[in-house]
DNA sequence: CTGTTAGCGCTTTCAC
DNA sequence: GTGAAAGCGCTAACAG
């Protein structure tokens, strides 16, 4: 006589308290299937599991019927509004589809975001969205895009959020036209001299940032000359020692464009501790519309992405292996005119100069 | 002859590739287990496996060895700085383990909460995390013990941050100490009418804080009379319609405690839009120390927790199977003045009245 | 060191 | 309808 194992209850079980063979407990517990059990047994089957407080293994279930219900969401930092934007909108469609998440930060590390997806593999997830934009480093993407393509053999689906210069469904941010929306608006309020706090140029997501907004000016009749550019890590860190930079450098700018709204809450505590007025001195704008810039005063200009939305979409479009090639839904990118820009005048003061 | 099926390649594949038999892929492919492959072998294993793309299938992993490398995490938003911040420390030490993270977002639905435990069961998580207090319904409470019992006994472990009313590990923030110290402090600061912004009184945090501040200010010789409290959602809406009541109702309160930054977040807004100002109208004070409120100008008074060290805490006791009882590790509340809270004298100008 | 052999718990033809 | 049996891909004893 066997002793009863220790570990939880498993379908055997219940098909034996139930009376049943096995293969019937499974199609009474899976309803989906094929037709029903009959009623009175599927009651006394499902009262059997209840009673044996059985708990399907979700592993065996993969293994036997080649089908999961995992998704993966890879982003850097989940405390970063953007990214916690996004996986709201990506977990909520997740769920909707009774999708299990499973989240890994990669907090920038390229190889951790390889690793996140060869983990991701294994579990034979239906779905991955990589978000922030990619690497631009061959040996990355040349690995990743083999990832992806296995994935994809495999039957799994994908979408980025944001370029990634590898094929797949895209969830494209309007970066340059925000960007240039940017530029425009503050030439039309007469600055003349911009400063830009741009983060890391190999990131696709920071370099369409900065290119549309030189663009943009350049087009306005601002010699490029007049902008300052000043590439530090796109962080709130990062956001503080551009400012740093500037100010130090004697810019005579007299409008700043931060590249990302982090980058620009860095910024803003650098300038408010150098006694920097804003828009008196220096006129700032952001980038992504997180939801402490309309907080802030004076509230920040900035450029709205629907973050929520856009992890939506990207969620959709990894999980709908429709057919046709790969898709680039764009996010619109909308410019917010807030407090913290103002109109000078061609004899507007310079700020920068020791605080 | 056998057509090459059209799934990933699977050990067998790759031990036949190797020329090597199945158990033999198998070690040299986990370097952990027993005495090591010559490695002349494993070499070739290896290469075997590249050249094939060999994705372990984690599903048969589990089921065979009985051994899985995930956890998951409960939280009701992971847009709430306050979760995200509990989730970044729970996921950091996730990793530092090598263990994959499922997050599970309930939005603050009970039963929602239950069925994530229920799947994450399913998928046999070594440990699982339960951010925000529990819910106080028998039929909650009963069945969240029996889901955790179940774990437990199958060899998982779980900790909860914040009370629950059930038995496990708990990071237990000091809401109450916190919160007297602010009722203590406004006291001080003069205050003699108070109002309190609280959540639904079925939250144990909830009450646990709105029950230290107003015996603190009690034991400080003002009377529980002069304390308005007003319930409303835990939520930013919550706190804009604590601050609408309280002001519609022409409180003569000097300064309100919020239950949780996020819900002062709202109310700050419903006053500014009303013309009430901080803190010559109204001190206000909040709870949890979210980024933003040092932000804001006047910056906010709030009580600060350590979120990420909470929830590094709280991953720890879940996957830490050791000997011995469950333990309470406290995680200390830290009052932090700003700006937002001033001294009144007696005669103070009340807030309220139309704005 | 390496190969053989059982399963892990479940879904799924295929018969009845 | 329901049962019997064959795996899903892998690990873990056992033998050699």
């Known amino acids: 006589m066997r002793i009863r194992r220790d570990g939880p209850a498993t379908l055997a079980d219940v098909a034996r308290a139930a009376g049943v063979s096995l293969a019937t407990a499974s199609r009474a517990?899976?309803?989906?299937?094929?037709r029903a059990v009959r009623v009175e047994l599927r009651e006394r089957i499902l009262r059997a599991a209840d009673d044996l407080r059985y708990v399907p293994n979700a592993h065996a279930r993969a293994l036997a019927?080649?089908?999961?219900?995992?998704?993966?969401?890879?982003?850097?930092?989940?405390?970063?509004?953007?990214?916690?934007?996004?996986?709201?909108?990506a977990m909520a469609v997740a769920g909707d589809r009774g999708a299990l998440v499973m989240v890994g930060s990669t907090f920038r590390s390229p190889?951790?975001?390889l690793e996140f997806v060869r983990t991701f593999r294994a579990q034979r997830v239906d779905a991955v969205v990589l978000t922030g934009s990619g690497f631009e480093d061959d040996g990355y993407r040349e690995?990743?895009?083999?990832?992806?393509?296995?994935h994809r053999r495999a039957g799994g689906g994908y979408a980025f959020v944001s370029e990634h210069d590898l094929p797949g469904h895209v969830?494209?941010?309007?970066?340059?036209?925000?960007?240039?929306?940017?530029?425009?608006?503050?030439?039309?309020?007469?600055h003349r001299r911009l400063a830009v706090a741009g983060g890391p140029s190999s990131l696709t997501?920071?370099?369409?940032?900065?290119?549309?907004?030189?663009?943009?000016?350049?087009?306005?009749?601002?010699?490029?000359?007049?902008?300052?550019?000043?590439?530090r890590p796109f962080s709130e860190d990062g956001g503080r020692a551009a400012a740093r930079e500037l100010?130090?450098?004697?810019?005579?700018?007299?409008?700043?464009?931060?590249?990302?709204?982090?980058?620009?809450?860095?910024?803003?505590?650098?300038?408010?501790?150098?006694?920097?007025?804003?828009?008196?001195?220096?006129?700032?704008?952001?980038?992504?519309?997180?939801?402490?810039?309309?907080?802030?005063?004076?509230?920040?200009s900035t450029v709205r992405l629907d973050l929520e939305a856009m992890g939506r979409t990207a969620m959709e479009l990894a999980l709908d292996r429709d057919a046709g090639?790969?898709?680039t839904v764009p996010a619109p990118a909308e410019l917010v005119l807030r407090a913290s820009t103002a109109r000078v005048d061609a004899a507007a003061r310079p700020a920068g100069g020791r605080g």
């Open 29 to 34: 517990l899976n309803p989906g299937g094929q």
């Open 65 to 89: 019927g080649g089908t999961t219900t995992t998704v993966g969401l890879v982003l850097h930092d989940i405390t970063d509004p953007y990214f916690a934007g996004i996986a709201r909108g």
């Open 111 to 113: 190889e951790r975001e």
């Open 143 to 150: 690995a990743m895009g083999e990832e992806l393509a296995g």
């Open 171 to 190: 969830v494209l941010p309007g970066n340059g036209e925000g960007a240039a929306a940017v530029g425009r608006a503050l030439v039309e309020l007469g």
């Open 205 to 231: 997501t920071v370099r369409h940032r900065i290119g549309g907004f030189v663009r943009a000016v350049e087009a306005c009749g601002v010699p490029s000359a007049a902008i300052e550019v000043v590439d």
């Open 247 to 300: 100010l130090d450098g004697g810019s005579g700018a007299t409008a700043l464009f931060c590249v990302s709204d982090v980058m620009a809450l860095g910024a803003l505590e650098e300038l408010a501790a150098r006694g920097v007025t804003v828009p008196d001195d220096l006129s700032v704008v952001g980038f992504n519309d997180i939801p402490t810039m309309r907080r802030l005063s004076p509230p920040v």
């Open 325 to 327: 090639g790969f898709r």
